[in-house]
């Protein structure tokens, strides 16, 4: 089972500034990495898959970058909206299909 | 409109089973792999259990196999999980949730608590 460590637990940050959250896999997805935002009471919201591509509607102010198994969500300038929990998740070696723990982003 | 809607959750003691339901609808199940992935309370993540495009292939994360059972009704449009022997740790959201390989269309979610 390949295991998905988020980085960090939580992270604070005030609007308008950048905020990056790491992922690893515990050995290489290749490319098949996505993000997923979850807000209080709602449903998880595929971000990005393919490591970097956008979902349909996300903005341009979500990205993601990495392969193999470091991976990165950047959100370049955080909106109130943005501050949320988000998980990545492997598809590349399964079942099972893993998520990491989790990265809850807070307001500062 | 396309959407997930899951129903079939509740409160039932420990030891009974449960059908959870999912009615997919704007799209056809039978052209998409479909998942079941639950959240416990205040946890993350946990994937269920995968169905494919075809009805062909299914299979369980370890830890429930045996236990809990996915299947589909392509003619209905409609994803379900029967689950059998709950156990309070089985507490959870249960999602629905569309994906061939990322997880792109997710349902709102059912509660499912066990407990005597």
């Known amino acids: 089972e390949i295991v998905m460590t988020q980085s960090p637990d939580t992270l604070s940050v005030s609007p308008g500034e950048r905020a990056t959250l790491s992922c690893r896999a515990s050995q290489s997805v290749g490319s098949d990495l996505a993000w997923y935002q979850q807000k209080p009471g709602q449903a998880p919201r595929l971000l990005i898959y393919g490591a970097s591509t956008r979902a349909t509607g996300i903005p341009a102010r979500f990205s993601g970058g990495g392969s193999g198994t470091e991976f990165t969500l950047t959100i370049s300038s955080l909106q109130s909206e943005d501050f949320a929990i988000y998980y990545c998740q492997q598809y590349n070696n399964w079942p099972p299909f893993t998520f990491g723990q989790g990265t809850k982003l807070d307001i500062k | 409109q396309v959407q997930l809607v899951e129903s079939g959750g509740g409160v039932v003691p420990p030891g009974r089973s449960l059908r959870l339901s999912c009615a997919a609808s704007?799209?056809?199940?039978?052209?998409?792999?479909m998942h079941w992935v639950r959240q416990a309370p205040g946890e993350g993540l946990e994937w269920v259990a995968v169905?494919?495009?075809?009805?062909?292939?299914?299979d369980y994360t370890d830890s429930l196999r045996g236990r809990f059972t996915i299947s589909k009704d392509t003619s209905m449009n409609m994803l379900y999980l029967q689950m059998n022997s709950l156990r309070p740790e089985d507490t959870a959201v249960y999602y629905c949730v569309r994906g061939s390989k990322e997880f792109d269309l997710w349902g709102q979610g059912t509660l499912l608590t066990v407990s005597s």
């Open positions: 704007g799209f056809n199940i039978r052209s998409f792999g």
């Open positions: 169905i494919s495009y075809d009805g062909e292939y299914k």
